[in-house]
């Protein structure tokens, strides 16, 4: 009776090791693949090597990427870069970087320096650098020659993301801007019509124009 029952136990024993040798040789379930549009957020920033004071920037592009930066002195006499200490809040971009992931940045440059002008505005089109996957906030660099530069600051700094170094003008990320007529007159016209209204409310100040 004895010998039947350990005969039983081990009939047992060998049927739950043949079970699970098969749920063991079954295809493992396929992993989903990382989501190229996974988005992450981020602050905005810039540094301006510029004699220029920018007064405001945008960015807008690819993967429904969206966000304005700071306003940002001009650069000091010694061309030592103004900005980054603060960021504006937020801009999403996509979370890993891909080659040719683009934006349009729109800027408003002050060039006659006389306290008075408001500025023109500027645009450009600009492949943003390489970015790890520790990524930070997204600055504007802004150069001479209404030039700028789009990078993620990451922990990397692969070369083409480094705050600390200013991007030489060989750098393959850097974009030419040029006036941007369109945004301007939209301006220039916006501006008359908030004149008029002060007008009306006090039609001496049109006199003072005169």
């Not at 493992?28 to 992450?40: G, R, S, T, Y």
């Not at 000091?76 to 960021?87: A, H, K, L, R, V």
């Not at 999403?92 to 683009?102: A, E, H, N, Q, Y």
């Amino acid at each position: 009776m004895g010998g039947q029952r350990i005969k039983s136990l081990f009939v047992w024993a060998l049927m739950a090791v043949f079970l699970a040798c098969l749920s063991g040789c079954e295809p493992h379930a396929i992993q989903p693949v990382d989501d190229p549009n996974e988005m992450q957020d981020g602050g905005v920033s810039g540094l301006n090597y510029t004699p220029y004071y920018i007064a405001t920037f945008g960015i807008a592009g690819d993967n429904g990427i969206s966000g304005a930066g700071p306003n940002i002195s001009p650069a000091t006499p010694s061309n030592t870069p103004t900005g980054g200490g603060g960021e504006m809040c937020c801009i999403s971009f996509p979370k890993k970087w891909r080659p040719g992931l683009k934006v349009s940045v729109h800027w408003i440059a002050n060039k006659k320096l006389d306290g008075n002008a408001w500025g023109s505005w500027y645009k450009a089109d600009a492949e943003i650098a390489e970015y790890g996957p520790r990524a930070g906030a997204m600055f504007v660099i802004f150069l001479p020659g209404d030039r700028i530069k789009v990078m993620v600051q990451d922990e990397n700094a692969n070369g083409h993301n480094s705050l600390a170094v200013r991007p030489a003008d060989s750098d393959p990320y850097i974009a030419v801007g040029k006036v941007d007529d369109e945004a301007n007159r939209e301006e220039e016209a916006a501006r008359l019509v908030r004149f008029g209204e002060v007008i009306k409310a006090d039609p001496s100040i049109g006199d003072l124009k005169q």
